[in-house]
Structure formats: C-alpha cells, structure tokens
C-alpha cells in the first residue's frame, strides 16, 4: 500500500469548511484515495473515495492533486457531529485478492461552537 | 444488506485467562475480513486479515490468534491476555466496490 500523512489534528469553527489535507506521494496508478471517519467508541465510517477525478456526494467533497500526490476533504459546513478522526488511505479498488489495509492514525477533527 | 455482527461489545478478563471474539457478515459471500485494534488516544491497528476460509495473514506478531472456520466467521482469540491486550477491537469487511466497508461495532476489552 502506498502510505499517507496526515496531520495529527486540526480546528474547524462550526458552519466553516473543513478542509482535510493528506500526502501519498507513493500512490500507484492503480489506488483509488478513500476516506474515513471514526467518531469515539464507533466503527469507521465510509465517506468518499475517488481515482483521479474530484469526487462530492452528500457528505463531502474530495479534490485530488494532478499528480494524486496529495488530496483534500472537504467538510463544506462543518457541524458539531463532524467531530471526529478521519483516515485517509489509498487502496487498489478492484481486487480478488486481500491486503493489508493500514488506517494509521488519521486527523483528529475538533469543530468548535 | 451487508450487516457485520461482533459481539460482545464489552469485555473484562483477568490477565492469563482466553479471549475468544467472534465476528460474522451477512449479504456477501467469500468476503475479505479484519481484525483491528485501537488503543486508547490511538489509531487503528490491522491486526489479522483473511481472503478465505483457513486463510489468515498476521501483520504484528503478538499475543494474538486469528482463524476463519467459515467463509462468513473470523474469530479472534487469545490462549493468556496481558493488560496490554486491552483495546477496542473491531471487525471490518472492507469491499471492493463503492460502497467501502463495513465494520462491527467493536469490543471493548479490558484486561486486568
């Protein structure tokens, strides 16, 4: 798997956008960029995933460089419930084999009053 | 549907006794399954993952066990906890389509 960094954690006012920065300067052609979410003592929470287009659904937006070395979500009116550890991870998105999938540590996300 | 089910979601067991968590999925068949572990103020851990049934691949060696009987059950065992098994464990079928993945509700584990 191609690695990501991410920041340990970040601030966000409520009602602003969040904007999740991460690096995988090693992502192959063929990983798709995917994000996740965890909020306390829950499983993760599938959000967006994307190849090399800009990708928005319902939840967010995710905007991927031209090169796919790096990516940001976006949370484009945060609330209060965004408060959360978000993983972004890069992965083959077609696969009959398993591999190993590291979240790490992910961005911490505080959305403040 | 896909539905995860893993159970129990808390756990207390003394240091040197077993642990057994048992994970099951419905609505998909010959999935990938995982185990993961998340300590307190940490991110998630892959612990054990399995493409079919016998098949388990182990990425940190440890106190740990896995097997997959079944094509739908993975289990997590344990022969002697230490305190520093606690956790949150979590099972996850992580797809290979749109939809992503699925994880459990995740077991508290406390080890004392």
């Known amino acids: 798997d191609a690695k990501t960094t991410q920041p340990t954690s970040m601030d966000c006012a409520e009602g602003r956008a969040a904007n999740l920065p991460c690096n995988h300067s090693t992502i192959s052609g063929n990983e798709y960029v995917y994000w996740y979410r965890q909020i306390h003592s829950q499983g993760p929470q599938y959000i967006i995933h994307?190849?090399?287009n800009n990708e928005t659904n319902e939840m967010a937006s995710l905007i991927i460089t031209e090169d796919r070395k790096s990516s940001t979500l976006i949370l484009p009116h945060a609330t209060l419930r965004d408060t959360a550890v978000y993983y972004c991870i890069v992965r083959v998105g077609h696969s009959n084999s398993g591999y190993a999938l590291n979240f790490g540590k992910g961005t911490s996300l505080l959305v403040t009053p | 549907s896909q539905t995860i089910h893993q159970w129990p979601a808390t756990l207390v067991q003394p240091v040197g006794s077993p642990l057994s968590l048992e994970c099951t999925v419905e609505?998909?068949?010959?999935?990938?399954l995982y185990w993961y572990r998340q300590a307190a103020g940490r991110g998630l851990q892959l612990l054990f993952y399995s493409v079919g049934i016998g098949q388990i691949s182990s990425e940190v060696p440890q106190n740990l066990s896995a097997s997959r009987p079944q094509d739908r059950q993975f289990i997590l065992s344990s022969k002697k906890l230490l305190l520093s098994d606690s956790g949150f464990y979590l099972c996850?079928?992580?797809?290979?389509?749109?939809?992503?993945?699925?994880f459990g509700q995740g077991t508290r584990l406390t080890v004392v």
């Open positions: 996850a079928w992580i797809g290979w389509d749109r939809v992503g993945a699925f």
């Open positions: 994307g190849l090399k």
């Open positions: 609505g998909t068949s010959n999935p990938n």
